[in-house]
């Protein structure tokens, strides 16, 4: 598990937004990876998608590495936001939008 953490970490940190989804942004594979995709897309921030039903590992590795036991997972200049509740919550109020801006994320919409 240690080899995944560390790729975990490491996509994190490289990466601006990154989203642990099921199925890719193209095409998602559940309604709660759908919903933030399309977030995402209003929003039009680019962001890294990680399909986590390639890997079991990977599956489970970001569920320890959050101690949070949903799937999506969407992270921010390194840190995690949210599921799919906290973050259609903060986008409806406007406070995914600071956030985003706030690390530095460009925001369109």
């Not at 642990?20 to 559940?30: H, L, N, R, V, Y």
């Not at 962001?47 to 590992?57: D, K, R």
């Not at 919550?89 to 406007?94: A, D, K, L």
Request: glycine share 12%; charged share 20%; aromatic share 8%.
């Amino acid at each position: 598990m240690a080899d995944v953490n560390e790729w975990i970490e490491s996509v994190v940190k490289d990466n601006d937004v990154v989203l642990f989804m099921k199925g890719t942004p193209e095409a998602p594979q559940c309604g709660f990876s759908s919903r933030l995709t399309q977030i995402l897309g209003h929003m039009q921030v680019p962001y890294q998608g990680i399909n986590v039903l390639e890997s079991g590992t990977l599956r489970e590795g970001i569920k320890a590495y959050t101690n949070w036991p949903t799937i999506p997972q969407l992270y921010v200049k390194g840190e995690f936001v949210g599921g799919c509740d906290i973050v259609t919550e903060m986008f409806q109020n406007g406070e995914l939008k600071k956030t985003m801006e706030a690390g530095g994320v460009a925001v369109e919409a």
